[in-house]
């Protein structure tokens, strides 16, 4: 199909158990991520958005089978992931890569920088080792780096630098879907620009699908075709980057919104939403919607009855009984 996802996520939960009786069975579980779904056009950016905590790395590693889910299904080109055997999963990972937060700890600092790089190449073989150090050469210069770098180490490069390396190493075998977890969140912000500008780059000149998964509301609204908005495991709000931020429709998505610096002083005095609470705990969220207990706007009928994603406005989706 023509118009067919490239990647469909239906229904995925996963729970850790956390304590465990004499038997070795859990008494108490962490409810990480529960029925996400989500699809990915071909060439966009997604983009998850949430505070700290509400699942946004669990579902990243989810997708890509790092982790088992215990329910769902990832479709990757129409086939689910989750059902293949490690031979097959091997197959369709050289499609499906990641670009992780810290790219000092993601990058072996024993490998110089031109082993880091050729090693998916050289775990797939996929090439000789002259087109290796063609293709490396060639994959340096697409990350604006230069030869100079092949030589080096880890710890003899910048953060930026070394993101520019991990993003490289994600691109070497040509992958159509790449997951970018918090990939500029350890970056100062002069270098988060020039990363995102990067980014934004590649998947403008390769048509490359992007999940991008950051706290960050500038760096999502720079990025970001449409944003999904993750509170304790769930989507609470989808929509295109343009509705999210002209026309929030959860309450959580408009605090979130007001809180978020702006760099104008003539928007000094706007409303600011505060929200009063701490977040439930993972162990134990509460029933009817997980919101309630911090919303500002909660009723009765909140605390017991739990709301479904539904369509809200042109295009939007939120989980509100009161939208």
């Known amino acids: 199909m023509i118009n067919e996802p490239l990647i469909e996520i239906k229904n995925l939960s996963k729970e850790f158990a956390i304590e465990k009786n004499f038997f070795g069975i859990p008494k108490k579980k962490l409810k990480a991520v529960s029925d996400f779904s989500l699809n990915i056009d071909r060439g966009e950016c997604v983009s998850i958005v949430g505070e700290s905590g509400c699942g946004k790395s669990t579902t990243a590693r989810l997708i890509l089978k790092l982790i088992k889910p215990d329910s769902g299904e990832v479709k990757f080109q129409g086939e689910n992931i989750l059902k293949l055997d490690a031979a097959d999963l091997r197959v369709v990972r050289k499609d499906m890569q990641m670009v992780f937060q810290n790219p000092f700890?993601?990058?072996?600092p024993r490998f110089k920088i031109y082993d880091s790089i050729a090693e998916p190449m050289r775990v797939h073989k996929?090439?000789?080792?002259k087109q290796i150090k063609e293709r490396v050469s060639e994959l340096l210069k697409l990350v604006e780096l230069d030869d100079s770098f092949i030589d080096k180490y880890p710890h003899q490069c910048s953060g930026g630098q070394n993101q520019r390396i991990s993003i490289a190493r994600a691109l070497?075998?040509?992958p159509k879907f790449i997951i970018a977890d918090e990939a500029v969140?350890?970056?100062d912000v002069q270098v988060q620009w020039k990363?995102?500008?990067l980014i934004d780059k590649i998947r403008n000149e390769l048509g490359i699908s992007f999940l991008f998964i950051a706290h960050n509301l500038a760096v999502v609204k720079y990025i970001a075709d449409r944003v999904a908005v993750m509170y304790l495991g769930e989507i609470v709000e989808l929509g295109t980057k343009e509705e999210i931020f002209s026309n929030p429709q959860h309450p959580y998505t408009k605090?979130?919104?007001?809180?978020?610096p702006v760099p104008d002083p003539h928007q000094r005095n706007r409303e600011k939403i505060f929200l009063e609470g701490e977040i439930p705990k993972a162990t134990?969220?509460?029933p009817g919607c997980p919101f309630h207990t911090r919303c500002p706007i909660a009723e009765a009928r909140c605390?017991?009855?739990k709301p479904l994603l539904e369509k809200k406005a042109a295009g939007q989706q939120a989980a509100c009984l009161l939208v």
């Open 303 to 305: 605390m017991q009855e």
């Open 195 to 197: 990363i995102l500008h």
């Open 172 to 174: 070497a075998l040509n």
């Open 255 to 260: 605090a979130l919104i007001s809180s978020a």
């Open 185 to 187: 969140s350890a970056l």
């Open 284 to 286: 134990d969220i509460p």
């Open 126 to 129: 996929v090439m000789n080792e």
């Open 105 to 108: 700890s993601s990058l072996d």
